[in-house]
Every structure is written in structure tokens, then in C-alpha cells.
């Protein structure tokens, strides 16, 4: 509403500013390909309309005034006026230059609390490097129509960018600019490279700041510290590991098959389910081990390993499936098995190894006896697909990998968007028996292709 308002008397004001030249508050055109960064260069003189108010009791004026306010960086809208009592409010001049300018109705407000137009003046002020935002100043030192490095992640104190090819000549003046700006910030870094390796870490260059990639960050109210350069994390995903953790309840039991430094393994250990977390990583075993210390995880919830995801699920899972036949752990009906594999490059390449996975142990037929247990995989979908269309793929791409149609109970929930045509999806299904034993005369069972957002799970 204020936005409207604010564009329709924009409007107006370009009317009856009486040949006073509307004024953009921009940084001036000559940083316009600035790579080194030279803050005393962004400094302009503005002309900017004021009021002077000559009372203590500013309260019932500011109302009427709010959506004309100066907002820049670093900048109060209402300061001290000289050494009296009084105040001076500084208002945008591209939403108003004249008193006339103000709606009727905001006119004879003010003038009902001793306010007129003898109050009014046009003011000139220094704007400063320190009172522009980000965005302006990328804006004005790129050249005109290219886009503005938008997105980046926040881990601790470092700044992540994937900056793009056009951008790269700028690198450095964007390193600069953002360690100025953003809070708490201490290094800026660039990644160089794709993730291309086993261990899902990358090449990253220092574009500002310190050598630092040791750092902190809180997540599902859990500490989690790493070492940026050496393992995996994506803030992005904050919101879908929090998704996961809701869906996992005391005395599930989670498999975490490529748990990285933690963000399902420790919030569920400390819901108190029983944990087995993997990572073939050597340095993200070492923070999830730490982070489950760091936490305060109780040992018996939790275990970590160092393993290859199918050695982990072809032993430790295979060894629990076993002892659940034998009755010697401890599992209630009304619980539930999570796998959970977030390597969504790869990890559809791993459910093979569910497959058959208690062939050789005397199980028979009905092995699960109604316990659940359920898969939650990742997996990349690219291409130029509607939205059913795309979920309708990433199902395919797990059942081909699988090699079993999946039942009416899986579900598919779109995670994010990771580039153009490229997006994220989780497929959650319920192993049966059939796939345990590799029972492939099931193999093309027949299905429903509800699409569920989630699984059910009942307690």
C-alpha cells in the first residue's frame, strides 16, 4: 500500500516541482568501470527536502511523514537540528521537492500540529560511499545493463559467491564492497571450480578479507563448526534439513548415508534417535564427530563413520536389518528407519545397494512385518520441464536406479533451484521387502503416481 502511494505521488511531484530538476540519488557516472576501489570517489552533493520541526514532540508529525523518508546507509532521516531542541527531517527528492507537493490530506495534517510552509526547505548534503548499499554501488561501477552480482551465502564470517564470467573483471572491487558492507563479513571468497569430486569440496579464490575458512553456523539449534575449504555446506538447504529433522521423531533411527559435517545427524541425535552418520570425506568425518561433541549428542545416539556410502549401507545397515530379524535392537513399532542421502549428483547411483541386501539372511516373506522403514534421496532434474513433468522425472530417474516401480506411498518434494533448468528434488519412498530381497519377479509392480509432498508417519 505504501508503495503504491509512494509511486503515485512520485507521480505527482513531477508535476509541480516548478522547473526544480527531479534528482536520482545515485553514486556519480564517473566509478562507471571502477575495478580498484577508491571509496572517497563515490561522494555526491544532493539537493533533499526538509522539515523543520521546532518541538520535542516529533511522534504525531513522523506518521504522516514515514513514507517520505531519506533512507539511505548509515543515515538517519530525523537528526538534531544545531544545538536547540528542535528536529529536521529529511525527506526523498524524487518523492517530493515542494510543500504543494504533499497529498492535501498530509497538508492539513501538519498544518493542524503548527506545521507550514515556511517549515519547508530544499537542503544540500554530502552522500557518502559509507551511505550507499551494495546493490548501487555494483550498479554503478558495471557497466550500463549488465546485471549485478545478486546472490551469495552467508557462512559465518565468509561470503560465497559463484560469480559469473561477465563479472570476473570486477572480482575484486565486489570482494571489497561486500567485506565493507556486509556485517560480520571477514573473507570473501569466489568458487572456481564445480563440484567435480568424491568429496564435494571445490577450488575457491580469497576475494577480500582473511585466509580464514575455519567458521561457525547455527542451524535447527545446533552449532555446526567446519572448515570451508575442505567440506561441504550450503546454507541454501537450511530449510530442507529442518524439513527432514520435523519428519524424524525420539527413537527413529537414522542412516545418514552422506551426512557431511551433520545437519540431519546431529539435530536427530539430540531428538534422542539412534544415529549412524557416514561420510567418506576424512575431514567432514573429523567436524561431524567434533559437531557432535560441540552439541553435546549423548554417545549412545550416535555413531560416525569414515566409509564409502555403499560399504556403509552393504555393513552397518545390512547388520542392523539383521539384527532387527533377530529381535536384538530395540525398535518400536510405532518408529520409523530414515535413510537419508543428500548427494544429489550421485547418490540415485547408490540405491542399488538396498537392493537384495538381505537375500542371503534367513528372513523369508514379510520380513518388515509392517515396520517402515524410508528412503529420503536427492537428485538433480535438468531440462525444460513443467513442474509435474519434472517431479514425474525425478521419480523415473530413482526407479530406474532403484530398479523397482515405486508404490503409492512414495512422495517427491521440489528442494530448490540450483540454475536455469537445472533444480533439486527429494524422492521419499518405503523399501519393502520385495526390493530387500531382490525379489525382481515384483520388479514392475503396478502403482499409483500420487505425487505426496511427504511421506506419511504416524505415531
Known amino acids: 500500500m505504501i508503495r503504491s502511494f509512494i509511486r503515485k505521488y512520485c507521480s505527482r511531484s513531477l508535476g509541480n516541482a516548478k522547473g526544480l530538476k527531479?534528482?536520482?540519488?545515485?553514486?556519480?557516472?564517473?566509478?562507471?568501470?571502477?575495478?580498484?576501489?577508491?571509496?572517497?570517489?563515490?561522494?555526491?552533493?544532493?539537493?533533499?527536502?526538509?522539515?523543520q520541526l521546532n518541538t520535542n514532540n516529533i511522534k504525531p508529525i513522523v506518521k504522516h511523514l514515514k513514507q517520505y523518508f531519506l533512507k539511505l546507509e548509515n543515515f538517519k532521516p530525523i537528526q538534531q537540528n544545531g544545538d536547540d531542541?528542535?528536529?529536521?527531517?529529511?525527506?526523498?527528492p524524487k518523492c517530493i521537492r515542494n510543500w504543494t507537493d504533499f497529498d492535501p490530506n498530509t497538508v492539513t495534517e501538519l498544518e493542524g500540529l503548527g506545521l507550514n510552509e515556511t517549515h519547508f526547505?530544499?537542503?544540500?548534503?554530502?552522500?557518502?560511499?559509507?551511505?550507499?548499499?551494495?546493490?548501487?554501488?555494483?550498479?554503478?561501477?558495471?557497466?550500463v545493463g549488465k546485471e549485478t552480482p545478486s546472490g551469495y551465502s552467508l557462512i559465518g564470517h565468509i561470503v560465497h559467491l559463484n560469480l559469473r564470467e561477465a563479472h570476473l573483471e570486477y572480482k575484486k572491487i565486489i570482494g571489497d564492497v561486500l567485506l565493507d558492507k556486509l556485517k560480520n563479513c571477514e573473507t570473501v571468497v569466489n568458487k572456481t571450480n564445480e563440484i567435480s569430486n568424491e568429496y564435494r569440496n571445490f577450488q575457491m579464490e580469497v576475494l577480500s578479507g582473511k585466509d580464514n575458512f575455519e567458521t561457525s553456523v547455527k542451524e535447527n539449534g545446533c552449532r555446526f563448526d567446519l572448515d570451508f575449504s575442505q567440506v561441504y555446506w550450503n546454507t541454501r538447504l537450511c530449510a530442507e534439513h529442518e524439513r527432514i529433522v520435523n519428519l524424524i521423531h525420539k527413537g527413529d533411527v537414522l542412516f545418514d548415508v552422506f551426512a557431511g559435517i551433520g545437519p540431519f545427524s546431529v539435530p536427530a541425535a539430540k531428538k534422542k534417535c539412534t544415529v549412524y552418520a557416514n561420510d567418506l570425506n576424512p575431514e567432514s568425518y573429523k567436524w561431524l564427530e567434533h559437531n557432535a561433541k560441540v552439541n553435546k549428542v549423548q554417545e549412545r545416539y550416535f555413531k560416525a563413520f569414515n566409509l564409502d556410502g555403499r560399504e556403509f549401507i552393504g555393513k552397518h545397515f545390512a547388520e542392523f536389518l539383521t539384527n532387527l530379524k533377530d529381535n536384538t535392537v530395540s525398535f518400536n513399532e510405532n518408529n520409523q528407519v530414515h535413510v537419508t542421502m543428500n548427494l544429489p549428483a550421485l547418490a540415485v547411483t547408490f540405491l542399488g545397494a538396498f537392493v537384495g541386501i538381505i537375500k542371503d539372511v534367513d528372513a523369508g516373506e514379510g520380513f518388515l512385518h509392517g515396520r517402515k522403514i524410508v528412503v529420503h534421496v536427492y537428485c538433480f532434474v535438468g531440462g525444460d520441464f513443467s513442474k509435474?513433468?519434472?517431479?514425474?522425472?525425478a521419480?523415473?530417474?530413482?526407479?530406474?536406479?532403484l530398479g523397482f516401480c515405486l508404490d503409492d506411498r512414495h512422495g517427491v518434494h521440489f528442494v530448490r533451484s540450483v540454475a536455469p533448468n537445472k533444480d533439486m528434488f527429494r524422492v521419499s519412498f518405503y523399501l519393502t521387502d520385495d526390493i530387500l530381497l531382490?525379489?525382481?519377479?515384483?520388479?514392475?509392480?503396478?502403482?499409483?503416481?500420487?505425487?505426496?509432498?511427504?511421506?506419511v508417519h504416524k505415531h
Open 85 to 92: 531542541d528542535s528536529k529536521i527531517v529529511y525527506m526523498h
Open 438 to 455: 531382490g525379489n525382481v519377479n515384483s520388479k514392475k509392480r503396478k502403482h499409483s503416481n500420487s505425487l505426496e509432498d511427504e511421506p
Open 22 to 51: 527531479m534528482q536520482e540519488l545515485t553514486p556519480p557516472e564517473h566509478v562507471r568501470g571502477m575495478t580498484s576501489l577508491e571509496r572517497s570517489q563515490f561522494s555526491i552533493t544532493a539537493t533533499v527536502p526538509t522539515l
Open 388 to 393: 509435474d513433468a519434472a517431479k514425474d522425472e
Open 121 to 143: 526547505h530544499n537542503q544540500d548534503i554530502t552522500i557518502t560511499y559509507d551511505n550507499w548499499k551494495c546493490d548501487e554501488i555494483f550498479k554503478a561501477i558495471l557497466p
Open 395 to 401: 521419480k523415473k530417474t530413482v526407479e530406474s536406479n
